[in-house]
Every structure is written in structure tokens, then in C-alpha cells.
């Protein structure tokens, strides 16, 4: 093979070297991008979800915040709790509840009956704390919304009897129902003499808004996992999978005991 022949080979084999290199070069370019578009991707979705759940729980265009306005007869730390029950009670149901929560209503349906009759026979008394979870976790503002017309009837004295009803009523978890005003109200005419124009009027305007939202905030402040939580004389119980409402019941009576 003549000298000139073994350049030319040589030649060729390093232009298809070169070419290889190149082409590896580019394949690393494009991994690179559509790693890169992948990774900006996954950050605009985070961006989104992040403005979702900033905006969770407010009403389109309209701002929720405004003076804090507890219910009549709320107390405890910063009035966020609705007691229903004779004081004298020697035993405290703390029941942490959010009107559009599911295990919420399987909750109230279970044990709704013992309640009452020992709430009625002055050995327990009860005291509700209202929570949005389920709006920041869904979206909308039925729980808020709900929460602040219980509030409202809590004005009236009208408190356990509009609770029953919206358990009672409760629509599907990712229905807002509650969201609207006109549901609450027909709802409230399922409760003797609530559906009254202050009562009315205080649904409509939100009073009970920002109580609601400090009430939500004490509720994530307390390290509590979610809804419902229930706490008798300061223990979960709702956390006892033995926990019946005859267990309940046969507690609280001995504790009235003494």
C-alpha cells in the first residue's frame, strides 16, 4: 500500500472520529435539555400548587379578612370554642370538626345520639372548635362558609340543632355545596325559628369569618393530624380503636360518679 493510500484511510478514520465525537456531543446536549425542561416543569407545577393552596379557602375576588367577631357565648383561649351543656358537667368533650370532613359526619352519626343524652342528663359538656381543612385540601370554601353559619346560629342559641342539620346534609367531600349561601339558609329552615333576617344577614356578610380562620389557625397550632379530633377530659379517644359510644357513655358516667 503506497504511502499516500495509509494517509488517506488515516485521514478518513479520524473525520469519522471527529464525527462520532460530534454526534456523542449532541446526544449529551439533547439529554441535558430534556432534563432541563423536565426539572422546570416539575418546578411550574410546584409554583402552581403552591398558589393554589395560598389561595385555598377564599372566595373569587373577595377577601375574607375583617375583624374578629366570636360567636355569643364562645370561650376558652380567645373564645374559639362553642360549649354546649351544663357547666357543671364533671366531664369535656373537645371535639375539633369541619363540616365538610367525611370521618367528621361518620363521627357526629355514630355517637350523635349518646351525646345528646348525656349533654341532656348535665354530665357532659361539649366544646366545639370549627375547622377548614377540607377547603385548603379541596379547594373552595363550603367549610369556612358552613362553619360561619353554625356561628351565626350559635348567636341565637340555635348551635346543636343547625350542627345535626349540616352533618346530617353533609354533600359529597369534593362538592362545595356549602360554599353556597342559599344551601345554608334553606338548610337553616330545617331548625325552628333560625331563619330568621339576623340570621340571615350574618350568614351573608361573613361575620364570623375571621373567627373562623383563627379558629383553623389555633387547630394547626395544636400539632393535631386532622379531623375529626376528639378529646375527652383532655385524652383522644378518638384515636381508641375500642372506643364505642357505650365506652364513651360508660366513661363519662363514671367519671360523674366521681
Same mark, same amino acid.
Given at each position: 500500500?503506497?504511502?499516500?493510500?495509509?494517509? @488517506?484511510?488515516?485521514? %478518513?478514520?479520524?473525520?469519522? #472520529?471527529?464525527?462520532?465525537?460530534?454526534?456523542?456531543?449532541? =446526544?449529551?446536549?439533547?439529554?441535558?435539555?430534556?432534563?432541563?425542561?423536565?426539572?422546570? /416543569?416539575?418546578?411550574?407545577?410546584?409554583?402552581?400548587?403552591?398558589?393554589? #393552596? %395560598?389561595?385555598? $379557602?377564599?372566595?373569587?375576588?373577595?377577601?375574607?379578612?375583617?375583624? &374578629?367577631? +366570636?360567636?355569643?357565648? +364562645?370561650? @376558652?383561649?380567645?373564645?374559639?370554642?362553642?360549649?354546649?351543656?351544663?357547666?357543671? +358537667?364533671?366531664?369535656?368533650?373537645? &371535639?375539633? =370538626?369541619?363540616?365538610? /370532613?367525611?370521618?367528621?359526619?361518620?363521627?357526629?352519626?355514630?355517637?350523635?345520639?349518646?351525646?345528646?343524652?348525656?349533654?341532656?342528663?348535665?354530665?357532659?359538656?361539649? =366544646?366545639?372548635?370549627?375547622?377548614?381543612?377540607?377547603?385548603?385540601?379541596?379547594? $373552595?370554601?363550603?367549610?369556612?362558609?358552613?362553619?360561619? #353559619?353554625?356561628? /351565626?346560629?350559635?348567636?341565637?342559641?340555635?348551635?346543636?340543632?343547625?350542627?345535626?342539620?349540616?352533618? !346530617?346534609?353533609?354533600? #359529597? =367531600?369534593?362538592?362545595?355545596?356549602?360554599?353556597?349561601?342559599?344551601?345554608?339558609?334553606?338548610?337553616?329552615?330545617?331548625?325552628?325559628?333560625?331563619?330568621?333576617?339576623?340570621?340571615?344577614? /350574618?350568614? !351573608?356578610? *361573613?361575620?364570623?369569618?375571621?373567627?373562623?380562620?383563627?379558629?383553623?389557625?389555633?387547630?394547626?397550632? @395544636?400539632?393535631?393530624? *386532622?379531623?375529626?379530633? &376528639?378529646?375527652?377530659?383532655?385524652?383522644?379517644?378518638?384515636?381508641?380503636?375500642?372506643?364505642?359510644?357505650?365506652?364513651?357513655?360508660?366513661?363519662?358516667?363514671?367519671?360523674?360518679? @366521681?
Amino acid at each position: 500500500m503506497s504511502e499516500k493510500n495509509r494517509e @488517506g484511510k488515516r485521514t %478518513a478514520r479520524e473525520r469519522l #472520529a471527529v464525527e462520532r465525537e460530534k454526534q456523542k456531543a449532541a =446526544e449529551r446536549r439533547r439529554r441535558t435539555l430534556i432534563v432541563g425542561a423536565s426539572v422546570v /416543569c416539575v418546578l411550574g407545577l410546584a409554583a402552581v400548587i403552591g398558589i393554589v #393552596a %395560598a389561595n385555598a $379557602g377564599k372566595d373569587d375576588g373577595e377577601d375574607s379578612a375583617g375583624p &374578629v367577631v +366570636a360567636p355569643s357565648g +364562645a370561650r @376558652g383561649k380567645d373564645a374559639l370554642a362553642i360549649p354546649v351543656g351544663q357547666d357543671s +358537667a364533671r366531664s369535656t368533650l373537645t &371535639v375539633w =370538626e369541619d363540616f365538610r /370532613c367525611p370521618a367528621c359526619k361518620s363521627f357526629e352519626d355514630a355517637y350523635r345520639a349518646t351525646i345528646h343524652e348525656l349533654t341532656g342528663a348535665g354530665k357532659l359538656k361539649v =366544646e366545639y372548635h370549627l375547622v377548614t381543612l377540607i377547603d385548603g385540601n379541596m379547594g $373552595g370554601t363550603g367549610s369556612r362558609n358552613a362553619a360561619n #353559619a353554625a356561628a /351565626c346560629a350559635q348567636d341565637v342559641g340555635k348551635y346543636p340543632a343547625y350542627h345535626d342539620v349540616l352533618f !346530617e346534609n353533609q354533600p #359529597a =367531600e369534593t362538592d362545595d355545596a356549602f360554599a353556597e349561601n342559599d344551601r345554608l339558609l334553606t338548610l337553616a329552615a330545617k331548625v325552628q325559628g333560625l331563619d330568621t333576617p339576623a340570621f340571615r344577614t /350574618c350568614v !351573608e356578610k *361573613g361575620t364570623h369569618n375571621s373567627w373562623v380562620a383563627k379558629s383553623h389557625e389555633a387547630f394547626q397550632k @395544636g400539632g393535631f393530624t *386532622g379531623t375529626p379530633t &376528639v378529646l375527652l377530659n383532655g385524652k383522644n379517644i378518638y384515636q381508641d380503636q375500642t372506643m364505642t359510644p357505650a365506652k364513651l357513655k360508660q366513661m363519662v358516667e363514671e367519671a360523674d360518679q @366521681g
